[in-house]
């Protein structure tokens, strides 16, 4: 034990060796396979940007056609995964209807869950992305009690989800270019951030060779808690007490100060002077907000909120900036997301990000299981005592 570095949340620890994404949280640069976050925010879709992180390079035209024609060939769900939705109570948690659906889609495809070659990767890959937007549409519909509202073929990627979404059997939802546009580039900053805490726990039970659909679903579960994934959602709670009156936005700093609550949305582990996608998306709200009416509240008071918390010791003095979640929620309610599914749109978005990693790890012969030692702390040896003399 003397030579074991104890390291709480892994802060100082190497865990692998990676070639998919660059951080440098002194700098605020994130960087996907090379390419800068902001030019693939600018001018890549989120399907491209899945292949650049999954398959190393970005697509020639003929690539991305033929694996749009596999995405849209594998959007459906068999109809027995269908009764999996039954199983849950009403208003049953998204993220937990997600994971288990998942998990299960490995049994309904026992020829991919040992990936034996590029065309079984492929089409693991196929299923997973495509499924998962699939499955979270679904999911949406069952917790409101409407009918599922099947895939279009014809649809782009993010249309298709939004359809699926908010169609009703007579009328088709039309979203704004402007709204799809928003959609991918959410998902496009999404897709990938190295090895934060759901990505090395897709890692780390890939490490044990669990197959590739049980690996993500994990990951999923390590997205929703309210310090990763579920921050997003816990942002708007965060606004909406604000909005409401019930908090200022001051009291609510001071709270914060006296470490009564977190500021969600503010913080990371690795940005220390600026999380580029938190640029990238403050922008993109606001643009989408004036596009649908200019006016969401919430919008003003984060403005607040983050120019109070920026000027204020505090947070300057423990170089606390805002991260991916503190805008992400006003983009996903201006497109009429509800909150309980955010955390699922972010999962969506991470999909590609998990595989390329859980691939990376597959083929790494450096790897091996993932086995983190302690510094064990508790009793020393002591016999046991039978139960009449306790
Ligand atoms: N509000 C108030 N204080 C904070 C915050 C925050 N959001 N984040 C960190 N701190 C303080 C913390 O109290 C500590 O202060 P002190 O030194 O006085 O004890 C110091 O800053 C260092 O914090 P830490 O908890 O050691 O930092 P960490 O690297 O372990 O945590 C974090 C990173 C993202 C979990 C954290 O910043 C946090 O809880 N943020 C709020 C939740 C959030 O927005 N999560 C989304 C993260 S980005 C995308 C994603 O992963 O989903």
Known sequence: AGLLTFDPGYANTGSCQSGITFVDGEKGILRYRGIPIEQLAEKSSFIETAMLLIFGKLPTAEERTAFRTL??????????????????????????????????????????????????????????????????????????????????????????????????????????????????LFLVVHADHEQNCSCSTVRMVGSTQANLFASVSSGICALWGRLHGGANAAVIEMLEQILSGRHRVKSYLDMVKRKERRLMGFGHRVYKNFDPRARVLKKAAHELVMQSGGNDPLMDIARELEETALSDDYFKSRKLYPNVDFYSGIILRALGIPVNMFPVMFAIGRMPGWIAHWREENRDPTTRIHRPRQIYIGPPRRPYVPLDQR
């Open 71 to 184: 995405l849209s060939e594998h959007e459906l769900l068999h109809e027995g995964l269908l009764h999996h939705f039954d199983g849950f109570p009403p208003g049953g948690q998204p993220m937990a209807i997600l994971s288990a659906v998942i998990n299960s889609l490995g049994n309904y495809h026992p020829e991919l869950l040992e990936i034996q070659n590029m065309d079984t990767f492929t089409k693991a890959v196929a299923k997973l992305v495509s499924k998962v937007r699939t499955i979270a549409a679904f999911s949406y519909r069952k917790s409101l009690g409407l009918p599922f509202m099947y895939p279009d073929p014809n649809l782009s990627y993010c249309r298709n989800f939004l359809h699926m979404m908010f169609s009703m059997p007579n009328r088709d939802f039309e979203p704004t270019p402007q709204a799809v546009s928003a959609l991918s």
